[in-house]
């Protein structure tokens, strides 16, 4: 007797999708809310076209908009190796007596006891490697808060293949950004105008914030065949009281929650599961979802953890069908790209 075929969206292979390198969104539409919207209706299997200007006519009153309030710290720190050579490192978040978690490259340059130079008396100094390939620096003749404000440049994902300008130190924020802390943007948000915002509320929807600091890992694709074998990057949350409150009282009414972006849905399911400030959840087809009835997210890389969160919610098909109706339509890709709401 033959075995059954594995299920659909298990393997990393899954998860593998042609995209013209043109779709790939360099810069962010004119307008934030100007960008399109892809409607996906998993009861029916619908898709529909439309823009991000008509997300509030989607939110039925009574219901919870949860939003990401994480600022992106200019995280991204030029440096040179002794012999004149450019290295670059990219700072996480801080660990205890002033010490940093970070990446960099070249690795050879970023190795215990070597420093790189970001002036003449100011460096960079690497304590200890990591197993994962992350470092653990100092700075040597400069804050981390000076070195931050004199040296930090907005790290762009690795898919916008240019140098960060004065416009996207405000397009690569959201409106509502508050604490800095991520390395990039939850990307979801990047849509919503403070007019639009406004007009959730008027028509009766709650907007409730939290803080989930993204890290490197986001961009990181799956290299073990196997998603389950493969090593989560860790991010620090923090939901306030207040916003856990309205999602009890959403879920006391029978109202839903809506996550705006992938980082609000980790950060509510570990929650849902007992996780306190810091989460590796990975999230793909089978999981249960506690605390999340609505997504708004952007469209993700092949072979990315995101990706498979999205499919664990939307269901494995119909998300792949999405991503080949929004490629024939051509939808612009990514982080400046456009977004797809699933009912």
């Known amino acids: 007797m033959n075995e059954a075929a594995p299920a659909r969206?298990?393997?990393?292979?899954?998860?593998?999708?042609?995209?013209?390198?043109?779709l790939v969104a360099q810069h962010p539409a004119e307008r934030r809310d100007a960008s399109r919207l892809l409607v996906v209706d998993r009861a029916?299997?619908?898709?529909?076209?439309?823009?991000?200007?008509?997300?509030?006519?989607?939110?039925?009153?009574?219901?919870?908009?949860?939003?990401?309030?994480?600022r992106v710290r200019h995280a991204?720190?030029?440096?040179?190796?002794?012999?004149?050579?450019?290295?670059?490192?990219l700072l996480i978040h801080p660990l205890s007596d002033g010490a940093w978690l970070a990446m960099g490259r070249p690795g050879s340059a970023l190795r215990p006891g070597k420093r790189v130079m970001l002036e003449a008396d100011e460096a960079i100094e690497t304590i200890a490697v990591r197993p994962d390939g992350t470092r653990e620096i100092r700075f040597v003749g400069i804050s981390?808060?000076?070195?931050?404000?004199?040296?930090?440049l907005l790290p762009l994902p690795p898919y916008i293949t240019r140098d960060a300008d004065d416009d996207d130190e405000q397009r690569y924020q959201t409106v509502y950004a508050d604490r800095e802390g991520s390395v990039a943007a939850p990307t979801a948000g990047l849509h919503f105008t403070l007019e639009l915002l406004d007009q959730l509320r008027a028509h009766g929807a709650t907007v409730a914030p939290l803080d989930l600091e993204v890290g490197p890992g986001t961009f990181k694709p799956v290299d073990e065949d196997d998603p389950r074998h493969h090593p989560m990057h860790e991010e620090r949350f923090e939901i306030p009281a207040a916003t856990t409150a309205a999602l009890a009282d959403a879920r006391a009414r029978g109202s839903r929650v809506w996550a705006v972006g992938t980082t609000v849905v980790r950060a509510l399911e570990a929650a849902a599961l007992g996780e306190q400030r810091a989460t590796r959840l990975l999230i793909m087809p089978g999981h249960r979802f506690q605390a999340v009835d609505r997504l708004v997210t952007n469209f993700h890389l092949p072979r990315s953890t995101l990706l498979m969160l999205v499919a664990a919610?939307?269901?494995?098909?119909?998300?792949?069908?999405a991503y080949q109706h929004a490629v024939e339509q051509r939808y612009r890709f990514y982080s400046y790209g456009d977004a797809m709401v699933i009912q």
């Open 9 to 22: 969206g298990l393997r990393t292979s899954d998860y593998d999708y042609h995209l013209p390198a043109d």
């Open 144 to 152: 981390a808060a000076d070195a931050i404000a004199r040296h930090g």
């Open 76 to 89: 991204r720190l030029r440096a040179v190796r002794p012999s004149g050579a450019p290295a670059e490192v």
């Open 313 to 321: 919610f939307a269901g494995y098909e119909l998300i792949m069908r």
């Open 44 to 70: 029916s299997g619908t898709l529909r076209d439309r823009h991000f200007s008509e997300l509030p006519g989607l939110v039925p009153a009574g219901d919870v908009v949860c939003l990401n309030t994480t």
